[in-house]
């Protein structure tokens, strides 16, 4: 297994263990991981093809999906407000 599939793999463990904390002890975590998943994303992409990159990607997506849509809605919400 290459460095970048382990350290994905140690990412989704400590994701899970996150995820199993108190909601207000998740958010340090939460966003420690959700930074780093960027370049560990990267990471792999160097060191196999996209396809793995797009399965990785979509792991994060699932495990991060009320975060992300909180993101996007907030985000969408500022970039309207700035437009008007």
Same mark, same amino acid.
């Given at each position: 297994?290459?460095?970048?599939? @382990?350290?994905?793999?140690?990412?989704? =463990?400590?994701?899970? =263990?996150?995820?199993? @904390? $108190?909601?207000? #002890?998740?958010?340090? $975590?939460?966003?420690?991981?959700?930074? @780093?998943?960027? $370049? @560990?994303? &990267?990471? =792999?992409? &160097?060191?196999?093809?996209?396809? &793995?990159? #797009?399965?990785?990607?979509?792991?994060? &997506?699932?495990?991060?999906?009320? $975060?992300?849509?909180? #993101?996007?809605?907030? #985000?969408?919400?500022?970039?309207?407000?700035?437009?008007?």
């Amino acid at each position: 297994m290459t460095l970048s599939l @382990l350290l994905a793999c140690i990412w989704a =463990i400590l994701a899970t =263990i996150t995820a199993f @904390l $108190p909601m207000r #002890l998740q958010y340090g $975590p939460g966003l420690t991981l959700l930074i @780093l998943a960027g $370049p @560990l994303l &990267v990471f =792999i992409g &160097v060191q196999h093809s996209a396809w &793995v990159v #797009l399965a990785a990607l979509a792991g994060l &997506v699932s495990m991060f999906r009320r $975060p992300l849509w909180f #993101l996007g809605s907030h #985000l969408l919400r500022r970039l309207t407000e700035g437009a008007g």
